[in-house]
């Protein structure tokens, strides 16, 4: 399509000014974390490197940052597996009940975090009679990171022809064998995708882990106990602009597996 000069210009800062109310505040953030003093006020004083120093040796943010590592990644084992089946069985199969099902595995994520919060901390403690921990917030991830991993699969099964399932099943292989050398190699892709965007969507999680967590303490959570603590402040924003960074890359990664391969490659081949 082709575009006058003028709407060019439109579309140019309209996108400007979208990029700015986005991540304005992000940059913001990223120079105070050079800030030179525990003041912290704008424009700063001075610049320098010493508070990442302080932080990356800081042994609380350490013990954090392994805590929401851990709870991440079985977090995401967990929503690997019900989400690919859940997929797997709304995508292939025909049953009574079909699309509710779809909708209530997707439902936890549109639910307000801290109603789920609420109802898991009950659940916990009260019906099942569990100390809060590790897994805890494991499980609390997992109910949110299982809608993730659930759209990417099903997504991508909804593109792919079921006959090649077909005639692996007419050629006598069983369920396992057609999902390990058939259906797997499809999905291998939009599984890392879903297991890469599950483990930044947990590693970031506030709400459900504050009444999950019990005595653990995740790296968000560092950063809001920390937040109003003057003296840490600037150890605070450092940590921050690692968060960042940390769920920047997954993200990115996932990004660039699921992109179209057309759109990737540029649109300025044939005429």
């Known amino acids: 399509m082709q575009l006058s000069g003028s709407s060019k210009w439109l579309l140019r800062a309209g996108t400007a000014v979208t990029l700015a109310f986005l991540y304005l505040p992000l940059i913001v953030i990223l120079i105070y974390a050079f800030n030179s003093t525990r003041v912290q006020k704008w424009p700063p004083a001075g610049l320098t490197f010493s508070w990442f120093d302080r932080a990356?040796?800081?042994?609380?943010?350490?013990?954090?940052?392994a805590t929401s590592v851990k709870c991440g990644l079985l977090a995401t084992g967990v929503a690997l597996v019900l989400g690919t089946m859940a997929s797997i069985a709304v995508a292939r199969y025909r049953f009574f009940g079909r699309e509710a099902v779809s909708f209530l595995v997707i439902l936890p994520i549109a639910l307000p975090g801290i109603v789920?919060?609420?109802?898991?901390?009950?659940?916990?403690?009260?019906?099942l009679g569990v100390s809060l921990g590790l897994l805890t917030i494991a499980i609390g991830?997992?109910?949110?990171?299982?809608?993730?991993?659930?759209?990417?699969?099903?997504?991508?099964?909804?593109?792919?022809?079921?006959?090649?399932?077909?005639?692996?099943?007419?050629?006598g292989a069983n369920g396992l064998q057609t999902f390990r050398y058939v259906m797997f190699p499809q999905l291998r892709s939009a599984l890392v995708a879903g297991a890469l965007l599950a483990f930044a969507l947990s590693f970031d999680e506030v709400i459900v882990t504050t009444f999950t967590a019990g005595q653990q303490q995740t790296l968000p959570l560092?950063?809001?106990?920390?937040l109003s603590r003057p003296r840490q402040l600037p150890i605070v924003n450092v940590v921050a602009v690692l968060a960042i960074v940390l769920s920047l890359i997954p993200v990115w990664i996932a990004q660039r597996i699921t992109a179209d391969p057309v759109t990737a490659a540029g649109t300025g081949a044939a005429p």
């Not at 789920?116 to 019906?127: D, E, P, R």
């Not at 560092?222 to 920390?226: E, G, L, P, S, T």
């Open 56 to 65: 990356l040796h800081n042994p609380g943010v350490r013990d954090a940052l």
């Open 116 to 127: 789920t919060g609420m109802a898991l901390n009950s659940t916990f403690t009260q019906v």
């Open 141 to 171: 991830h997992a109910t949110f990171c299982i809608v993730v991993v659930y759209n990417n699969v099903v997504a991508r099964l909804r593109r792919t022809s079921q006959s090649f399932e077909e005639a692996s099943a007419d050629l």
């Open 222 to 226: 560092w950063i809001f106990a920390n």
